[in-house]
């Protein structure tokens, strides 16, 4: 089969990656492995851990981290890859947008003018990682910009769409431009549930968009805050399964996959629930888990757009996430091939 292009469209962040102790966690009210949107008493953070010792700077948002890993190990000539968000015209702006075009992603960006570019403060303790966001010019994306000439045509060639769900905190209507065409096309509109809080407090965008949903992504502690919203009984299988049968425009089969760290991926569809194990990676080796939940979607989109099946791309996904665990952020060597 020809292989499939990929359209992105989410929040783009240049992550501040630095090692940190469980007192600044306390300083700035954190826990660790949870994401968070930045308040006025975090701001102070960005500054404090641009200063620390072996400091990285990595092109970052849930859904351009997902983007480059599919990029990486699609490991295609020419640009199959387009993402759509908004940054500033500023310095980090620039060193986002150029690390990505570096590595022959098609950048198709929305240049907020007032704010800055925004942020993500990634602080690891332990292996764990909070999450702090300032979305900045991240949250000024314009649904107008889906119009122009050059998202279009990148929304027009592309065969599957993905989104984080931390999206819709920031355009619903671009996203649901987005969602309506894969529908009317007959192409694969995928989307994150990303985090407990856009369940808990976007939910009502978020049952809109899920009417199109042809594969939803998701963890364990996402499944069950969607869970609870919809008065689910079970488990993690049993949420899936449900997740599975509601209605979907359009027709067709939805698939939902869930994901539970080092524990199996869980897979709904029409044939029902399946479970893929994790391969197991020597703790000594883990460095960082930023990023794993996003480059599972990477490795997973990579090998659907080249037509694998759907265990094929459950496998990869957990290799891809296997390796981004042993780097700090989200980062690749882009001559380095991954393969199953």
């Not at 469209?9 to 009210?29: C, H, T």
């Not at 480059?295 to 990869?316: R, T």
Request: with cysteine; hydrophobic share 40%.
């Amino acid at each position: 089969m020809t292989a499939k292009n990929l359209f992105c469209m989410g929040n783009p962040l240049l992550d501040i990656s630095a090692q940190v102790d469980a007192a600044f966690l306390e300083k700035y009210g954190l826990k660790g492995g949870n994401a968070i949107l930045a308040e006025e008493a975090h701001m102070p953070i960005f500054k404090e851990l641009s200063e620390k010792e072996g400091v990285v700077y990595v092109p970052g948002g849930a859904t351009l981290n997902s983007a480059r890993v599919a990029n990486w190990i699609g490991n295609r000539e020419g640009q199959w890859v387009s993402y759509a968000g908004s940054v500033a015209n500023d310095e980090y702006g620039k060193l986002l947008e150029s690390k990505s075009v570096d590595e022959k992603m098609n950048m198709v960006l929305y240049k907020a003018e007032g704010v800055p570019t925004g942020t993500c403060a990634v602080c690891v303790v332990a292996k764990e990682r909070s999450l702090v966001a300032n979305l900045a010019a991240a949250a000024k994306f314009d649904a107008s910009h889906v119009e122009t000439d050059a998202v279009k045509k990148a929304i027009e060639s592309a065969d599957v769409y993905y989104s984080a769900g931390f999206f819709i905190t920031t355009c619903v209507p671009a996203l649901m431009t987005v969602a309506k065409h894969a529908c009317e096309k007959k192409k694969t509109f995928c989307l994150n549930l990303s985090a407990p809080f856009i369940v808990d407090f976007f939910f009502d965008p978020l049952s809109e968009a899920l009417k199109y949903v042809d594969i939803l992504f998701g963890n364990e502690t996402e499944a069950e805050s969607l869970s609870k919203k919809l008065d689910l009984s079970g488990g993690v299988d049993e949420w899936a399964a449900a997740v599975q049968k509601m209605p979907k425009e359009g027709g067709g089969d939805r698939i939902v996959v869930f994901t539970q760290g080092s524990k199996c991926t869980v897979i709904a569809t029409k044939d029902g629930v399946k479970k893929i194990d994790v391969e197991k990676i020597d703790a000594s080796l883990i460095r960082d888990t930023n990023g794993a939940g996003d480059a599972f979607v990477g490795g997973f989109l990579a090998q659907l757009c080249a037509g694998k099946s759907i265990e094929d791309c459950v496998l990869m996904g957990h290799k891809s996430a296997g390796n981004i665990i042993q780097v700090d952020g989200c980062q690749f060597d882009m001559n380095k091939k991954l393969t199953l």
